[in-house]
């Protein structure tokens, strides 16, 4: 009988190593097949509203990028309301030069540098900024 008891006792005690050893393994092999990806700015696309102000401010220390567009800058200031056509035009034949991609980056820039985009154009940098996500 004694015998039978040292055996079953052997026999749950190798269960609960087992069972622990499994644990152990297990958990490891999951963390190591999880792989963690941070946004960054690259891949931000409107979605995540803390992403797109931490981009902001990232963007606001660092130097302002221009787009060959310093003749922008004159318009400093100026309400979206305030453009008339032939301005929004200038605004509209930088947008429509650039390279594809670059539409929310220079949006970015215009805002850093206090230049607001005509409401004539802006229907039409959004449909660029969303064709670039």
């Given at each position: 009988?004694?015998?039978?008891?040292v055996l079953?006792?052997?026999?749950?005690v190798?269960?609960?190593a087992?069972a622990v050893a499994?644990?152990l393994?297990?958990?490891?092999?999951?963390?190591a097949?999880t792989v963690v990806t941070?946004?960054?700015?690259d891949?931000?696309n409107?979605?995540?509203?803390?992403?797109?102000?931490?981009?902001?401010l990232e963007?606001a220390?660092k130097?302002?990028e221009y787009?060959?567009?310093?003749e922008?800058?004159?318009?400093?200031?100026r309400p979206?309301?305030?453009f008339?056509?032939?301005?929004a035009e200038l605004?509209?034949e930088?947008l429509?030069t650039?390279?594809?991609?670059?539409?929310k980056?220079?949006?970015?820039?215009?805002i850093?540098?206090g230049?607001?985009?005509?409401d004539?154009i802006?229907?039409?940098?959004?449909?660029?900024?969303?064709?670039?996500t």
């Amino acid at each position: 009988m004694t015998v039978v008891i040292v055996l079953f006792l052997c026999l749950v005690v190798l269960g609960v190593a087992a069972a622990v050893a499994h644990r152990l393994f297990s958990q490891g092999s999951e963390a190591a097949d999880t792989v963690v990806t941070k946004a960054t700015c690259d891949t931000c696309n409107g979605d995540d509203t803390r992403c797109e102000q931490e981009c902001m401010l990232e963007a606001a220390t660092k130097d302002i990028e221009y787009y060959d567009d310093e003749e922008l800058d004159r318009f400093r200031g100026r309400p979206s309301d305030c453009f008339t056509d032939e301005e929004a035009e200038l605004f509209r034949e930088i947008l429509y030069t650039m390279p594809p991609g670059e539409a929310k980056g220079w949006n970015r820039s215009l805002i850093l540098r206090g230049v607001n985009v005509p409401d004539q154009i802006k229907d039409e940098l959004l449909l660029m900024i969303d064709g670039d996500t």
